[in-house]
């Protein structure tokens, strides 16, 4: 483990309530994810441009945490796919949606009913499965949502990345 790695995991733990490792991850979820030069994770590290805000529910807490940290040590996927779906995506909304991305609409109620059940529906199929019309609506969709997510640099909204 190295020294960022014990700092950061001293945080997580000060900020838990269980005092145990491993019980206390369990208390901690992603809840907004953005895109900005020069932050700093919880672990000193510096500069991150890819950060996640984690909730822990048991204390209230929040922490900024990288995106290495997120991969490698919270072990937080969801977290990754979204920021590689929003890469994606920037280059082309109509392509393929991750179910991190749909969360994250879902989440920041960008979605009506009927377009939620539509990407529920959707968002797993690849744009050559969804006729022309299907795919004019989920593009537009996706560009609500990745407008939404480039425009906010820093959100406090709530929400789990992991069930769409």
Same mark, same amino acid.
């Given at each position: 483990m190295t020294h960022k790695h014990v700092i950061l995991k001293a945080r997580v733990l000060e900020c838990s309530h269980s005092a145990i490792w491993s019980s206390a =991850?369990?208390?901690?979820?992603?809840?907004?994810?953005?895109?900005r030069p020069n932050g700093q994770c919880t672990c000193t590290h510096t500069p991150i441009?890819?950060? %996640?805000? /984690?909730?822990? #529910?048991? %204390?209230?807490?929040? =922490?900024?945490?990288?995106?290495?940290?997120?991969?490698? @040590?919270?072990?937080?996927?969801?977290?990754?796919? @979204?920021?590689?779906?929003?890469? #994606?995506? &920037?280059k082309d909304p109509s392509g393929h949606?991750?179910? &991190? @991305?749909?969360?994250?609409? /879902?989440?920041?109620?960008?979605? %009506?009913?009927?377009?939620?059940? @539509? =990407?529920?529906? %959707?968002?797993?199929?690849k744009a050559a499965?969804? &006729?022309e019309k299907q795919l004019a609506? #989920?593009?537009k969709l996706t560009e609500r949502i990745l407008g939404y997510y480039h425009a906010t640099t820093h959100r406090r909204t709530q929400f789990t990345l992991t069930h769409a």
């Open positions: =991850l369990y208390e901690w979820a992603p809840v907004d994810v953005w895109h441009h890819k950060h %996640t805000l /984690i909730y822990n #529910r048991v %204390t209230n807490a929040e =922490l900024v945490i990288g995106s290495s940290c997120i991969k490698k @040590f919270l072990s937080m996927p969801e977290v990754e796919e @979204f920021f590689q779906c929003a890469l #994606r995506l &920037s949606l991750a179910s &991190s @991305f749909l969360a994250a609409g /879902i989440g920041w109620n960008l979605l %009506t009913r009927w377009e939620k059940g @539509f =990407l529920q529906i %959707t968002y797993p199929k499965a969804l &006729s609506i #989920r593009t």
